[in-house]
Structures are given as C-alpha cells and as structure tokens.
C-alpha cells in the first residue's frame, strides 16, 4: 500500500456507534493512530500525509450543524480519505452530498463512502442493536475494497446524489428529561454537552433552545438520569417507527 505516516480517525459520535463503525473501519489498517473527536476537537488543523477516517451521522437529512462548523476547520493537501456516514435506518437525506461536497472542497480525496445503519439514538426502537454482525462484515467488505483501491492507485473521482439547496436545520418539540432523583450532580453532562446547554447550577435542567437533541448527556449519564420525552416524543417514536419498517443495508461508493 502506499506509504501513510499514520492513521488519523474524525468522528462527531454523540452516541458511539459512529466512532464504533470508524474503529471497525481503522482495524484493517495497520498503522499507527490519533483521534480527533469533534465532539471536543474545535481547532483548525491540516491533515498531510497520513490517510484520513472520518465518520459523521445524520441528524434530519444533514450533518450535523455543530459537525459540520468543525469539519470546515479541518483541511487536507489531496489527503486520501475514507468516508462514513451513519444513520439510523431512516434516510440519510442529502447529507451524503453535503459531506462530500464539504470534504473535497477541504481538499481531501476521497478514496472511498460506505452508508452505515446503526440503532437510532433517539428512537433506541429503530435499527435497534445495529450496527450487527451482518453490518460488520458488509463493513469489513468495504474496508478491503478500500485497500484493493489504494493498493491499485486507482484514481477516480466520486460522486454522490442529493438535492440543493440543503433543507433548514430541524430541531424537534421533544424534550430532553433529567430525573432529579437519580441525578447525583457529577456534572459529566454539562462538561460533554457540546452546545453548553446544562449549567453547572442546575444540572437537572436543560436549555432547550440551545439543545439540538443530540443524545451526548444522556450517553454520558453515568447514573441514566437524562432521557427524551415530552409531549409529542411519542407521536414522532411512533412515525420514525412507520418510516423505518424495512432494513436499510450498508451502501459502498468506491
Ligand atoms: C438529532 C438527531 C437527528 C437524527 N436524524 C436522523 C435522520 O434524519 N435519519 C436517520 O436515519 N437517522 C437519524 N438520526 C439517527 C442517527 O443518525 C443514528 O442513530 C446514528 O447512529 C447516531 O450516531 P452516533 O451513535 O455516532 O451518535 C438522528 C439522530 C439524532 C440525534
Ligand atoms: S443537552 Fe442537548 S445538546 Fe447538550 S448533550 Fe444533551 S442532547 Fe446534546
Ligand atoms: S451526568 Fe447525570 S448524574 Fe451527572 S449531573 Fe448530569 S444528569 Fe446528573
């Protein structure tokens, strides 16, 4: 294969199946390692000669907005990079597009996109327990094709659908929850929240209009205090559950 100094893996996982999926991915390579979580990571850096991870999920139809503020920040010169855009068996919207068009204007060469399912962090019933064994060898699948091509040095360039203008970013009228009889104000959720939307004084309470329902606070609950609900969390559990009825599989564009 070519020479890479190292392996760099990027990720915005707020309930770690995205970092999980990149890991799968990062196993074929052996090479040395750095994470850069985005869910801290908020620098400008440029990535040179080391192959590039990076993996994003979908929230409504796009990347997510805080994602994508820090992706922009992040460049290559040419730099290979594999692709992963994860989401939870509902549809992935045009955020295939946007993350593409947002990597090669980066200046990343992308060498190959694999679409992965993983349980919906906000419906735990949808693609519940995925990615699966089933996913993890279609994973695996890709990651060799990736190989094949970079061993080959095939140069093409790819290209992936989607509609423009992008739709508005969404936040739903679902709320996020904290049991104050279970919190024992450790704090880990307001230090992890991305968008600073737990004060250190209340820790039960959320600012809903700075929260984007990302899930990071109720994944880093150490005592499961936070959860989603609210009057209309039912209703729209119950549409994202009609929306999703058939398996969604792993997708390669290579
Ligand atoms: C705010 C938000 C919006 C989401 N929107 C979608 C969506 O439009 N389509 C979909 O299939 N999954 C959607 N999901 C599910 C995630 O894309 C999916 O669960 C993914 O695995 C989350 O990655 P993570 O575990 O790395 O956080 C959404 C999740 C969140 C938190
Ligand atoms: S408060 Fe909202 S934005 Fe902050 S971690 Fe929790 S779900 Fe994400
Ligand atoms: S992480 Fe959980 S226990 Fe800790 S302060 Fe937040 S809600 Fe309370």
């Known amino acids: 294969m070519m020479n890479f100094e190292k392996l760099s893996k990027i990720y915005f996982s707020p309930s770690g199946t995205t970092e999980k999926i990149v890991n799968e991915v990062a196993k074929n390579f052996n090479m040395n390692r750095e994470n850069y979580d985005l869910l801290s990571f908020d620098e400008s850096k440029t990535f040179t000669d080391e192959l590039v991870i990076i993996g994003i999920p979908v929230f409504d139809g796009r990347i997510p907005k805080l994602a994508c503020k820090r992706l ?3 460049k290559g010169t040419d730099t290979k990079a594999i692709v992963v855009l994860n989401y ?5 919207g045009d955020a295939l597009l946007e993350l593409v068009e947002l990597l090669k204007e980066n200046d990343f060469h992308i060498v190959g996109v694999a679409t992965t399912v993983s349980q919906h962090s906000q419906f735990n019933e949808v ?15 890709f990651s060799r094709k990736v190989i094949e091509k970079l061993n080959s040095n095939t140069q093409n360039e790819i290209f992936v659908s989607g509609y423009k203008p992008f739709p508005d970013y969404k936040t739903p009228d679902f709320s996020v929850l904290c049991d104050e009889n279970l919190c024992i104000e450790c704090m880990d959720c307001v230090y992890t929240c991305p968008e600073e939307a737990i004060s250190e004084l209340t820790p039960t309470e959320t600012n809903l209009d700075d929260c984007t329902r990302c899930t990071t606070c109720i994944n880093v609950c150490p005592e499961n205090a ?23 599989e792993v997708e390669f564009f290579l």
């Open 72 to 74: 922009s920040k992040i």
């Open 127 to 141: 693609g519940s327990n995925r990615p699966d064994a089933s996913d993890m060898e279609r994973i695996n699948e």
């Open 226 to 248: 936070r959860s989603f609900g609210g009057d209309t969390y039912q209703s729209e559990l119950e549409n994202a559950i009609s929306n999703s009825l058939e398996r969604n």
């Open 88 to 92: 939870g068996n509902i549809n992935y």
